[in-house]
């Protein structure tokens, strides 16, 4: 006799209202559909417009080549870190990022679970062994603050580490600063029903379904456990040198543009033109835990 096969569909609660979701129905639910874009109050009712995207897109990622330029002349050394929900849009944005750069000294670093001997290790580690040489731009998609959100909430560490980590992390973070490496720090936002919408998607989508794994569908139901778990980690580890730039990120248009010129801002590097990078759009972008509407 065969196994009936685990069933996918979970009750959640959704700004005090229970709604069925079940992410293996092809018909997306309505109520999802109709709030997905504004969700999480996001202040756009719809996506900027594609052509007027490509064309910023463009001059940004020509300042992006000119900052490897610079970073190649003066041995300056970048790490951008990437965190945010499942599905908020990190690897999108690292790749808009670092389309038209130099990969051989800008690198992506998304490390697997830890083997065996990197759990021995002291948790930095095996991260630090990825920092920036000189000239070098690397982009975390996730990183040490593993340990922030998804480990606390899975089960993956025990609270003593938990805690441990966001007493530390600050001291951590201030050593690299301090050697000089400039250190972004984004979390990319967004809500619920984005988040279900893009599950959605990705089950559905041959060409994404690569892109759900298990450890998503089993968050289904964790949502305020991780919005308790990120509300915490911007409280303690948001620091001069160190801030988190948060991300409103309903619209990945948006998002990307925004993540881009928030880089290009701050760094110092030679040729900067600021009309080609315009203005921070400070309705999707903001920083520290004030930042967070959703």
């Not at 007493?167 to 600063?177: G, I, N």
Request: charged residues 30%.
């Amino acid at each position: 006799m065969s196994k009936p096969a685990e069933s996918n569909a979970v009750e959640i609660d959704v700004d005090g209202k229970k709604r069925k979701f079940d992410i293996d129905d092809p018909q997306l639910p309505d109520w999802v559909k109709d709030e997905a874009f504004e969700s999480g109050n996001y202040p756009y009712k719809k996506k900027l417009d594609k052509d007027e995207y490509e064309e910023t897109l463009t001059a940004l990622q020509i300042e992006l080549v000119k900052v490897q330029a610079w970073m190649a002349d003066t041995g300056s050394r970048v790490i951008s870190v990437f965190e945010g929900r499942d599905a908020a849009g990190k690897g999108g944005s690292i790749g808009a990022t670092r389309a038209y750069m130099n990969p051989r000294s800008a690198r992506i670093v998304a490390l697997p679970k830890p083997t065996e001997t990197e759990r021995g290790q002291w948790y930095y580690q095996r991260y630090v062994d990825h920092f920036p040489t000189a000239g070098e731009f690397v982009l975390f998609d996730r990183s040490w603050y593993n340990r922030a959100g998804v480990e606390p909430v899975m089960g993956f560490c025990t609270p003593e580490e938990h805690i441990h980590f966001l007493e530390e992390t600050p001291h951590f973070e201030r050593m690299p600063v301090k050697a000089g490496i400039h250190l972004f720090k984004f979390w990319l936002n967004i809500g619920r029903e984005m988040q279900l919408k893009r599950f959605h998607d990705r089950r559905h989508d041959p060409l994404k379904t690569w892109k759900l794994s298990p450890m998503d569908i089993a968050s289904l139901t964790k949502w305020d456990d991780y919005t308790e778990k990120r509300d915490l980690m911007l409280k303690e580890t948001h620091i001069p040198g160190a801030p988190w730039t948060v991300v409103r990120a309903n619209d990945k248009r948006r998002a990307r543009i925004n993540v881009i010129r928030t880089i290009l801002t701050e760094l110092p590097y030679a040729g900067k033109d600021k009309g080609a990078i315009g203005e921070i759009d400070d309705k999707i972008v903001g920083e520290g835990p004030e930042a967070i509407k959703s």
